[in-house]
């Protein structure tokens, strides 16, 4: 099984370990891993791009309650300083 196929598998923590390496590799690997890297690199981004997408849009569409009507709180200190 290729590495390409495992990324929707693999943790947010591993894909930004992967990411990390790649980026590393792309400037201090040999010729075959720079190459390597620069193939991996846009797909690791593109996930790692909707899964922060996919994020956004649940906790935007998760419905609130209303606020409710509660009277206001009184202030202490209003309330133990007489006038």
Same mark, same amino acid.
């Given at each position: ?22 980026? =590393?590799?792309?400037? $201090?690997?040999? *010729? ?6 620069? &193939?991996?690199? !846009? ?20 419905? =609130?309650?209303?606020? $409710?009507?509660? *009277? ?6 209003? &309330?133990?300083? !007489?006038?």
């Amino acid at each position: 099984m290729d590495l390409l196929t495992k990324l929707p598998e693999m943790s947010d923590d591993a894909l930004a370990n992967l990411r990390s390496n790649a980026r =590393r590799l792309q400037h $201090s690997g040999t *010729p075959t891993q720079q190459t390597d890297a620069a &193939a991996l690199l !846009p797909a690791v981004e593109a996930e790692i791009g909707a899964r922060r997408l996919a994020k956004v849009k649940a906790t935007r569409s998760v419905v =609130r309650k209303p606020r $409710s009507s509660r *009277p206001a709180k009184p202030n202490p200190q209003s &309330a133990s300083e !007489p006038e």
